[in-house]
């Protein structure tokens, strides 16, 4: 009787074992299907040579990814901006967030500008933490200009397009970050359409921002930004 109980339970811990190895398998196999955030060049090796270099900006490596591809665009000026090259002098946080729990409003942002005290603050709304990284490249290209409590719809226009070019160069420089079942990846290539529809000017883009109504309250023009 103990032979056959010692076997029972022997065949139980066999299907035990047998369903973790399965589960373990399956949960391999999706992982391996989600395209990949980082271009090859950016190896764990090769993100751990730059880390230094993005530290006090945050602790998420796929911003560190996403600032340095920002060095061969026109979002140069957003990386320097938000390395401490701005308005505080201090390194600009990262992170993502539910927008939500900041205010209602807020919770269908992809991202948001804020400063406290004389910290600037670049806050990403938690739905894109698996979008790819250049797609958060151009998205923080944009944020980086707002570095003030004021705001304008020639603030927004500037940086749009300035989203909209730096796409457009990461798309050329690293094709891959075109993954379109990403939605912050369809907010880019809308924004590259009405760059490439305005023949590479903000004549669509303005368009866009005059007719959003989350910039309703607006006014024309903020420190900085003077002209539509």
Known sequence: MEVKRFIKNLFGILAILLIMQSSAFAAKEVETTVPHQYPAKYTPEYIKQISDGYKDIGK???????????????????????????????PVKIEFRDLGLIKQEYATFDALGWKKGKNLYIFINNKHKKAPAGALAALLAHEAL???EFNSLAEETYAWTME????????????ESNQEEYDLVKRENTLKKLLEKGNYTNQYIKKAVLQNSGYKNLPQYSPGFDKL
Do not use: C
Request: net charge negative.
């Open 164 to 175: 909209a070019f730096v796409w457009d160069e990461i798309l050329k420089i690293y094709p």
């Open 60 to 90: 998420d490596e796929v911003f560190y990814v996403a600032l340095d591809m920002l060095k061969e665009t026109e979002g140069m000026f957003s990386r320097n901006a938000i390395l401490g090259n701005n308005l505080s002098r201090r």
């Open 146 to 148: 707002h570095q003030d």
